[in-house]
């Protein structure tokens, strides 16, 4: 009976290592959602940094180039879409966004990473910011030169993009942008150079941390922007129409007119200095947003706080193209004139 006793503890405890050797062997699930852009990118010429074809390699290629993914993560992927950057549409922001609601509300999925092209990309991070609602990593990343290049930064990018997306220090942060060995904000990063790799910063905020070969080190402990708004938008199929004009000396008034005369139901100045508007374009702003139609003031400038304008509503820490994309947001929500401006506000 004894020996009967000791050997079936000798099976149960077998089974329990074995069990947890399975477990400790099991890495995160992520998933990598590919749009194209550079990091899919290739040319003839392996100096070619500039005329390359965007987005011809598919995301298991990508995958693929990067052996040690599979020593940190369960990596599958999904091809959204093979496009130049500045080609994504409203269609494939919805898209985006509600394949990834629904991947990181399954119990398997760590995190998820979004290849882009870097031309847009700040505007997909942040509208992905603001629609999804989740404490579970999501990574955008992207490529300065393609994978065809001499020093190409795809591979590394992602395999730290990857890295982030299974780190616990992560979590809860929002949308991250993950690229050249730096950890941003989706809510506050830009693209600041036409080309150079260290291309995203955001001026004012910092970033959130840095990388070390595949390791993140994060500066400080998750926190979200102030008064950070969320809008769903699992049920909507399209988005209003919000058009973005560059002020300048003499600027045309008439552009004004035609954007909202071809279906614009909101406008963003990238405004000079503080937001300034020549006077003809201010006596038209007064007038459209007495019909109702909300015009928002940002700065051409690149950084700085949008505030105190007598005319249309200060963009606040929002450049134009982050501008576009709330506003776009908050119409879709049906949000009034106050409500707009309570989230410019901040």
């Given amino acids: 009976m004894r020996r009967a006793v000791v050997s079936w503890l000798f099976a149960v405890v077998f089974l329990c290592n074995a069990f947890v050797a399975q477990a400790a062997d099991k890495h ?15 040319a003839e010429s392996s100096t070619d940094t500039t005329t390359y074809q965007s987005g011809v390699l598919g995301v298991d290629v990508l995958i693929k180039a990067v052996p040690q993914l599979k020593d940190i993560a369960d990596v599958s992927g999904v091809q959204v879409a093979k496009l130049n950057s500045p080609d994504v549409s409203q269609a494939v922001l919805l898209k985006l966004s509600k394949e990834i609601g629904k991947k990181l509300a399954e119990k398997g999925t760590h995190g ?22 989740s404490k579970k990593p999501v990574v955008i990343v992207g490529a300065m030169r393609p994978a065809t290049a001499i020093s190409a930064d795809g591979p590394m990018n ?14 809860d942060r929002g949308v991250l942008v993950v690229m050249n060995d730096r950890i941003g904000s989706a809510f506050y990063i830009t693209k600041t150079n036409a080309t150079t790799p260290d291309t995203f ?28 708004p969320h809008f769903d938008v699992s049920k909507l199929d399209s988005l209003p129409k919000v058009v973005i004009l560059y002020s300048y000396q003499d600027e045309d008034v008439a552009l004004l007119d035609a954007a909202v005369a071809n279906g614009a139901k909101g406008i963003v100045f990238a405004g000079t200095g503080n937001g300034s508007l020549s006077k003809g374009m201010e006596d038209k702003v007064v007038e459209l947003m007495g019909r109702g139609i909300p015009v928002i003031r940002s700065t051409r400038t690149g950084s700085g706080w949008v505030s105190d304008i007598d005319t249309g509503i200060p963009s606040g820490c929002f450049n134009a193209q982050k501008s576009r994309i ?4 908050a119409l879709a929500e049906g949000a009034n004139m106050d409500k707009i401006k309570r989230y410019f506000g901040m």
């Fill in 28 to 42: 995160p699930g992520v998933t990598i959602y590919a749009t194209g852009g550079t990091i899919a990118g290739s």
């Fill in 112 to 133: 998820v990473v979004v290849t882009h092209g870097t031309d847009t990309l700040e505007e997909t991070a942040f509208f992905l910011d603001l629609t999804i609602k």
């Fill in 158 to 171: 992602l395999l730290q993009a990857v890295s982030a997306a299974v780190d616990r220090n992560a979590e």
């Fill in 201 to 228: 910063k955001a001026a004012e905020q910092g970033f959130l941390g840095t990388f070390v070969g595949d390791k993140a080190k994060f500066y400080y402990e998750p926190a979200k922007p102030v008064n950070k």
């Fill in 326 to 329: 709330l506003l776009t947001l």
